[in-house]
Nanobody, 117 residues
Framework: QVQLVESGGGLVQPGGSLRLSCAASGFTFSSYAMSWYRQAPGKERELVADITRSGGIKKYKDSVKGRFTISRDNDKNTLYLQMNSLKPEDTAVYYC??????????WGKGTLVTVSS
């Protein structure tokens, strides 16, 4: 019954911002590290950012470091990704997941981020 529901994507101009949300249910959210991934057209899924269980450690893909911020609210079972200074190469479907569930069929539908002028 694990469910991951991403939201917040949309069309934005280069340099713009978006805030993505991931509503998690069906597991003890606070017990798991969480990650954001993205998949661009024709490309493999890639890891964008990680956050530890209590949010104390955050890691980012080099190309988004300084522009994206991952965070979580364990009381709301929600993961966030604040994306600033967006670039066309950020265009992708963004997914959240717990790394431990990566190879399981718990992936949500993702939320599409399109950065274009």
């Amino acid at each position: 019954q694990v469910q991951l529901v991403e939201s917040g994507g949309g069309l934005v101009q280069p340099g713009g911002s978006l805030r993505l949300s991931c509503a998690a249910s069906g597991f003890t959210f606070s017990s798991y590290a969480m990650s954001w991934y993205r998949q661009a057209p024709g490309k493999e899924r890639e890891l964008v950012a990680d956050i530890t269980r209590s949010g104390g450690i955050k890691k980012y893909k080099d190309s988004v470091k300084g522009r994206f911020t991952i965070s979580r609210d364990n009381d709301k079972n929600t993961l966030y990704l604040q994306m600033n200074s967006l670039k066309p190469e950020d265009t992708a479907v963004y997914y959240c997941n717990a790394p431990i569930y990566y190879d399981m069929n718990y992936w949500g539908k993702g939320t599409l981020v399109t950065v274009s002028s």
